[in-house]
């Protein structure tokens, strides 16, 4: 009889301590620990969770209503797409290929030299590692044996939308660009990698 009862009160004893909704425990015994006071990024900062409400006046933050300031005018946002400049939906490369005129030119109204002058700065940054200053494949990780098979513009059948669908979407051994460049950016590069081709 003992043992039953002994039995009913580990029994007891173990549903009390479950605990079924795990996004709120019932007992925390480290709060400060388990619920941060820093702030996470593009956050309310008076977010709080069940904790002692505490009213943080930190000028920047209170305008916005978060822990981050707003982009400086005039930045492009990552996530703003420049549609209007050609219709990309559901073309391959082969479809790219046979662009040949820089879109840059017709919507934005760019100037070939400006597109090329701003395509190089871009290009220095983000590709002559692999591709090399002049578009000849003997970049620095190409020099220091990091990387193989790199080809020369010049002996590759390109156009600058195959260049674009390539910065773009990625092929054989490179990624995509598109994190690093927005799209005006990655036709100002196929612009370049063209002027280097033919240069």
Not at 10 to 32: A, G
Not at 142 to 147: A, D, M
């Amino acid at each position: 009889m003992i043992n039953r009862y002994l039995y009913i009160l580990i029994l007891m004893f173990f549903l009390e301590s479950c605990w079924f909704d795990k996004t709120q425990p019932n007992i925390v015994y480290m709060p400060d620990m388990y619920y941060s006071d820093a702030y996470e990024p593009y956050s309310d900062p008076n977010f709080n969770h069940n904790k002692e409400i505490k009213k943080i006046e930190i000028p920047f933050f209170s305008k916005g209503k978060t822990s981050s300031l707003l982009p400086v005018k005039g930045t492009v946002s990552r996530n703003h797409s420049f549609s209007n400049l050609i219709d990309v939906k559901n073309k391959g490369f082969n479809d790219f290929k046979n662009i040949t005129q820089n879109p840059l030119y017709i919507y934005n109204k760019e100037k070939k030299e400006i597109s090329i002058k701003k395509g190089e700065k871009l290009y220095q940054i983000n590709c002559s590692i692999c591709h090399g200053k002049n578009g000849d494949g003997n970049g620095e990780l190409v020099k220091n044996e990091k990387i193989f098979g790199i080809p020369n513009y010049k002996d590759r059948d390109i156009t600058i939308g195959s260049i674009y669908y390539v910065v773009t979407y990625g092929k054989n051994n490179m990624n995509s660009y598109v994190s690093q460049l927005n799209e005006i950016d990655r036709w100002r590069v196929s612009e370049y990698v063209m002027f280097l081709k033919n240069k």
